[in-house]
């Protein structure tokens, strides 16, 4: 927002593919570890400026086919990935799957270079960096804390999460150039946004979590059809993306989200109730529509909160949808994890029982982001 999103864009692809090759050639765990948090630097900037780009190049309604137009991308890059993964990792090995980042991230660096360049969205300031270090700790402490510590030690790590979290909202409000502006946060639309993404991309979190073991131990599937069983959901958001944005556009994106939320509850309750002797068939049947419910949510939200954004601010915007997604998904991961955990180590009816049990606690939080939709409708269009 302060310097450009085109140069940012390009800084940030840069950095990817840097690190991608820094993980194909590195001589051990320490170096692989240390870039790969490079490349997270560097997909985060790609996630997050790739849609306050996308947005701020549309015409008035046109913001839904963009959201939908990247929700197909990105499914198509999930599929993609786990598909060449699979093979790389069978082939030549883990070091040929990094590098074969490599060609992507020089063809995006130079698409990306064909953007116009575009001016700072709003004046250069000082940048926040006690806000950073104090969100850094916040996120760190708690992602830390859900993931696998002991009762005494994710205790600790939420109480520190929590007090840096308290310390960020200090210093946010009282800073002059603040990394978050606090009127983000109260600005309905904006706020229920960010919480529908991050309940949203928990129950997403379920099938990824549930499906490889429901798949494998309840229904006996070998590797490769469990592989090609769960690509089903990345294809569905591929071909559901594009639609999906014509319909917010059309018909707005309120009405679509909540639609696509009533989808994504119905396709959860479904997984809740289904039989074993349902077989593959009776899994790929709700995994369809909560699949296709969470790409006409996914347009709707990120149209919402990219109209909302302004352009100003459409950068940081961005960056906290972002930010809501990855909460979602370390959330649900330990959240719906522990639900599920107790079925991972007995027999299939076990695993079917914790399956079950899993997706109807992860069906009620579709109806948590209903109503986090009905606090944000007033601003809504």
Do not use: K
Not at 82 to 94: C, E, F, H, K, N
Not at 101 to 130: E, G, I, K, S
Not at 138 to 166: D, V, Y
Not at 320 to 348: D, H, K
């Amino acid at each position: 927002d302060m310097i450009g999103r085109r140069r940012v864009l390009l800084g940030g692809i840069a950095l990817f593919g840097v690190a991608s090759a820094m993980c194909a050639l590195a001589p051990g765990l320490p170096v692989l570890v240390a870039a790969r948090a490079l490349q997270g630097l560097g997909a985060a900037v790609m996630l997050s400026l790739g849609m306050a780009l996308a947005a701020g190049g549309q015409q008035p309604r046109g913001t839904g086919r963009a959201m939908g137009l990247l929700g197909s991308m990105s499914a198509v890059g999930t599929a993609l990935g786990l598909a060449l993964g699979g093979l790389l990792l069978a082939g030549p090995g883990w070091r040929a799957v990094f590098a074969a980042t490599l060609p992507a991230a020089l063809l995006a660096f130079v698409l990306a270079r064909r953007l116009p360049r575009d001016a700072p969205a709003r004046p250069a300031a000082p940048f926040d960096v006690a806000g950073l270090l104090l969100l850094v700790a916040t996120l760190l402490a708690f992602a830390l804390a859900c993931t696998g510590a002991g009762p005494a030690t994710r205790g600790a790590l939420l109480g520190a999460s929590a007090l840096a979290g308290i310390l960020f909202v200090r210093a946010q409000a009282r800073t002059r150039a603040p990394l978050v502006p606090l009127a983000l946060l109260r600005d309905p639309v904006l706020a229920s946004g960010f919480a529908m993404t991050a309940l949203a991309m928990a129950l997403m979190m379920a099938t990824m979590l549930v499906g490889p073991f429901y798949l494998g131990r309840a229904l006996g599937l070998s590797a490769g059809e469990v592989g090609a069983t769960l690509a089903v959901g990345p294809l569905v958001a591929a071909l559901a993306g594009v639609p999906a944005g014509r319909i917010v556009d059309r018909h707005g994106a309120h009405g679509a989200g909540a639609v696509g939320l009533a989808a994504m509850t119905l396709g959860a309750g479904l997984l809740a109730l289904l039989p074993v002797r349902a077989g593959v068939a009776g899994w790929i049947a709700p995994l369809v529509v909560l699949t296709a419910g969470y790409a006409l949510f996914q347009a709707a939200n990120n149209t919402a909160v990219m109209d909302a954004a302004g352009d100003a601010r459409r950068g940081v915007v961005a960056g906290l949808a972002n930010l809501a997604r990855q909460l979602g998904l370390i959330a649900g991961s330990a959240l719906l994890g522990a639900v599920f955990a107790p079925g991972m180590r007995e027999t299939a009816q076990d695993v079917a029982a914790a399956m079950h049990a899993t997706f109807t606690v992860a069906a009620l939080l579709p109806l948590l982001a209903l109503g986090a939709s009905w606090l944000g409708r007033p601003a809504r269009r």
